[in-house]
T-cell receptor, first 110, second 114 residues
């Protein structure tokens, strides 16, 4: 399998910064997706990294290290609406299915 | 709105029954994916179709089957339903099937088996 590992839960304070880590299997790796899912709703696309480094998109940034099989999602200036599950999903060259990690449940508190 | 349409939104049925979930992909998308999400479980990949052909299979039970029709809509059939099949079933679509393809998810069908 893809051996996707991400923390189950995290808690942070409104206005703070939080980093959600993800490790995955590197054999045949192509790129890495992050999705956000609010409870009972559909997952929505946040980012896709294929090259090493940090990509910034507003309050959210995503980092990738291909050689280490490691990615993180960085959320700045946290808002209450950021409380959600964040899903890490590495994609592989054999293509087709996208396998998601178990997700990190982020709770943002006032 | 992702552009992916799933019907019905909710389905309540009894053990042993059979149900059909329907998905219409975004306009122009040729790939359809089905995922299952149980309480406290992650998104479990079931099956993928591309332009009418099965492309990839996950841990889909033999009691479950799917197909993609010439108009590209897809149906997921669940038979001999068990209590454990109660879950949120998502359909997603993408333009093609490469590893770079971004998936767009429908709002899901909540299945309750009583």
């Amino acid at each position: 399998g893809q051996n996707i590992d991400q923390p189950t839960e995290m808690t942070a304070t409104e206005g703070a910064i939080v980093q959600i880590n993800c490790t995955y299997q590197t054999s045949g790796f192509n790129g890495l997706f992050w999705y956000q899912q609010h409870a009972g709703e559909a997952p929505t696309f946040l980012s896709y990294n294929v090259l090493d480094g940090l990509e910034e998109k507003g309050r959210f940034s995503s980092f990738l290290s291909r050689s280490k099989g490691y990615s993180y999602l960085l959320l700045k200036e946290l808002q209450m609406k950021d409380s959600a599950s964040y899903l890490c999903a590495p994609s592989y060259n054999q293509g087709g299915k996208l396998i998601f990690g178990q997700g990190t449940e982020l709770s943002v508190k006032p | 709105d992702s552009g992916v349409t799933q019907t019905p939104k909710h389905l309540i049925t009894a053990t042993g029954q059979r149900v059909t979930l329907r998905c219409s992909p975004r306009s122009g998308d040729l790939s359809v994916y089905w995922y299952q999400q149980s309480l406290d479980q992650g998104l479990q990949f079931l099956i993928q179709y591309y332009n009418g052909e099965e492309r990839a299979k996950g841990n889909i039970l033999e009691r479950f089957s799917a197909q993609q029709f010439p108009d590209l809509h897809s149906e997921l059939n669940l038979s001999s339903l068990e209590l454990g099949d109660s879950a949120l079933y998502f359909c997603a679509s993408s333009v093609a099937f490469g590893p770079w393809e971004k998936l767009f998810f429908g709002s899901g069908t909540q299945l309750s088996v009583l």
